[in-house]
């Protein structure tokens, strides 16, 4: 292979990942302003919800990523986990709206936007997880880290629930009872300690797998 074609074939994945960072964050904007157009918005609500916030780390952490590939510098060690754990959060985003919410009123009113934010940023988010090689096995013990953002979105909505009576979705509401929304609240651990298994599962199986073949070659 010449050496422009290796150089080529190297910037495919980097500049991928721009144009999918840049375009969540395109979805993201024309939906606050389409939002914005047709009643009086509250950034604190807004981007309260989880999908907003999902979209927005992972789209932030595969823009750092690209930098570093495009740099020709190596991926840090912590951006490992990190891209593990926005991963799983996207996975659960995609599963939880296409499997109960799709068609339902309420969220992204924005048509192309719904899709890039609700499915084809979390198809992609996993596809890069899974096709990409600049990772390194993980731990299970990194399911920890994973949890750190969902329990913490879900106890800032229990108090804003509990104070302004702001939440974004309807089963974590006070009014529902506490003992329900305890409830919920486990469900979402289990949920995202589950994905998160999976995630981290993939990246050891796949790593060693790949190294077995190597040998064998």
Known sequence: MTTRYVWVRSMIRPVIRLISAVTVGTAVVATFLDTASRTTINPFNFFGFFTMQSNIMTALVIFVAAVFELGRRRTPAWLVPVRAATTTYMVVVGVVYNSLLAGLAGGVDLAWANWVLHVAFPIYALLDWLL???????????????????????????????????????????TTGYGSVTVYVVVIAVAFAAFGALIIWVSRVSLRGARRSARNR
Do not use: H, N
């Open 132 to 174: 990409s090689r600049d990772r390194r096995r993980l731990p299970f013990s990194t399911i920890g880290l994973i949890l750190i953002y969902p329990l913490t979105w879900c106890a800032v909505v229990l108090v804003r629930g509990a104070t302004d009576g702001w939440v974004p979705y309807p089963f974590l509401s006070p």
